[in-house]
């Protein structure tokens, strides 16, 4: 990865991030470990995939494609009404790893993206533990 090199790009652009994603559903979908987290999810992940990468787009340093169809992300609000423990955090985590593993996305920047996702999920975090 280059010093210019936006993680959007070091990834692969929109192909590799849209493969990413789509592996990331196809995991929660199927992996009987990650129900916990599937179950916050519709029964269709198709549009819950779709915001994710428009969202992933932009947060990574590529087009901005979730602003321009949503505006602002607010995170936390939108995932207010969805209770997220420190297990949730870590099941959404453990699957964007395996993902990011399947993806064959490089392993320093597989563990950047992973840093920097743990932070994000972490920041969602609105269930108190115990």
Wanted: charged fraction near 25%.
């Amino acid at each position: 990865m280059s010093a210019e090199a936006t993680p959007y790009e070091a990834l692969g652009g929109a192909e590799k991030l849209r493969a990413l994603v789509d592996g990331f559903y196809r995991l929660m979908d199927t992996t009987p470990e990650y129900y916990p987290i599937r179950k916050l999810h519709p029964q269709d992940l198709a549009g819950s995939a779709e915001k994710l990468y428009l969202f992933l787009s932009g947060w990574l340093g590529g087009p901005p494609l979730y602003q321009q169809k949503f505006g602002q992300p607010f995170l936390r609000a939108r995932h207010l009404p969805f209770a997220i423990g420190e297990t949730e955090r870590d099941l959404w985590v453990a699957c964007m790893r395996q993902a990011l593993r399947d993806a064959q996305v490089e392993e320093g920047l597989s563990r950047a993206l992973a840093d920097a996702f743990y932070k994000t999920a972490d920041h969602l975090r609105n269930r108190p533990e115990g």
